[in-house]
C-alpha cells in the first residue's frame, strides 16, 4: 500500500515563508504526476500545484509566482516552496498523484495570520 505523509505546517505571519514535505513510499513521486492540493474550510480540495513525471510544473493562477513544487526522487519526497504567505493560503495540504488515484493522508495544516 501507498502510503503519502505530509508534514511542515504551521502559522506563519502574511509575507511569510513555509515548506511542505511529501514522503511517500516505493517508486510513486519518480513514476507519476504529482500534485499538492489544499482544501479551506467550507471550500472543495483543490490542485494548486502539479509536477509531472518528467520535471514540468504547473501551478494554480492564485499560487504562480509563490509557490514552487520539486521533487527529490532519490528521498521519495515532494516539496511545496511557500514565499509571501496570504491569509487565504490557509488551508490543509495534501500530497497525491495527480489525477488523485491514492488514498489522502492526514494532510498538513498551513495557518497563514497575524
Known amino acids: 500500500q501507498v502510503l503519502l505523509v505530509e508534514s511542515g505546517g504551521g502559522l506563519v505571519q502574511p509575507g511569510g515563508s513555509l515548506r511542505l514535505s511529501c514522503a511517500a513510499s516505493?517508486?510513486?513521486?519518480?513514476?507519476?504526476?504529482m500534485g499538492w492540493y489544499r482544501q479551506a474550510p467550507g471550500k472543495q480540495r483543490e490542485l494548486v500545484a502539479r509536477?509531472?513525471?518528467?520535471?514540468?510544473?504547473n501551478y494554480a493562477d492564485s499560487v504562480k509566482g509563490r509557490f514552487t513544487i520539486s521533487r527529490d526522487n532519490a528521498k521519495n519526497t515532494m516539496y511545496l516552496q511557500m514565499n509571501s504567505l496570504k491569509p487565504e493560503d490557509t488551508a490543509v495540504y495534501y500530497c497525491?498523484?495527480?489525477?488523485?488515484?491514492?488514498?489522502w493522508g492526514q494532510g498538513t495544516q498551513v495557518t497563514v495570520s497575524s
Open positions: 497525491n498523484t495527480n489525477p488523485a488515484l491514492r488514498s
Open positions: 509536477i509531472a513525471s518528467a520535471g514540468s510544473t
Open positions: 516505493g517508486s510513486i513521486l519518480r513514476l507519476n504526476a
